[in-house]
């Protein structure tokens, strides 16, 4: 059965329909509530209640963007909505200090660098930082769908991403060279 069949049975709340779209994708909205959240109890949460909110916004789909696209968005909000109610507050920042950045930074790792490495590497960042990466290097995401998503502005957005990449290529750097652990 093709996924837009399943969708439209969906729309008519057919639980075997929403049983094979949790099937397809819920080991994929796992491991991204668990990038975010970093424990398993809460990232199955946080998939779950991702779930059944697209089920019930399933009329709210319109097909502009890929179903699982649509879904990680969901997840996402989700996962950070769980982080908020845990008071892990995102620091705002003062966009008047801010100023543009400039988007055509070269951004590069040496090419010893695991994807692993730069993983471990983003959870070290400060979380004023953390989640802005995470979002645009990890998930894909621009600067108007992460600043929606924090709610922050994109000018916002802009600088944590610039600055939490240039901490994260020092922190890549100090332990490519041999200095680090």
Not at 79 to 88: C, R, T, Y
Not at 97 to 125: P, R
Not at 156 to 163: E, G, K, P, Q
């Amino acid at each position: 059965m093709q996924i837009t069949e399943i969708l439209e049975r969906c729309k008519q709340n057919d639980r075997r329909a929403q049983m094979q779209l949790y099937n397809k994708y819920s080991e994929g909205m796992y491991y991204v509530a668990f990038r975010f959240l970093k424990n398993s109890f809460e990232a199955e949460e946080a998939m779950q209640e991702g779930f059944v909110k697209a089920f019930t916004k399933m009329h709210q789909y319109n097909g502009e963007v890929t179903f699982g696209a649509w879904l990680k968005r969901i997840v996402i909000n989700k996962s950070i909505d769980m982080l908020k109610a845990k008071k892990l507050e995102l620091v705002a920042i003062n966009e008047q200090v801010l100023g543009t950045v400039d988007e055509y930074n070269d951004w590069s790792v040496d090419d010893g660098i695991t994807l692993d490495q730069i993983k471990e590497a983003i959870e070290e960042l400060p979380e004023r930082y953390r989640y802005a990466v995470m979002l645009f290097l990890i998930e894909g995401y621009d600067h108007q769908e992460i600043s929606e998503i924090l709610e922050i502005t994109e000018v916002a957005s802009r600088t944590l991403v610039h600055r939490g990449k240039k901490k994260l290529q020092e922190k890549l750097k100090t332990k490519y060279h041999g200095t680090g652990y």
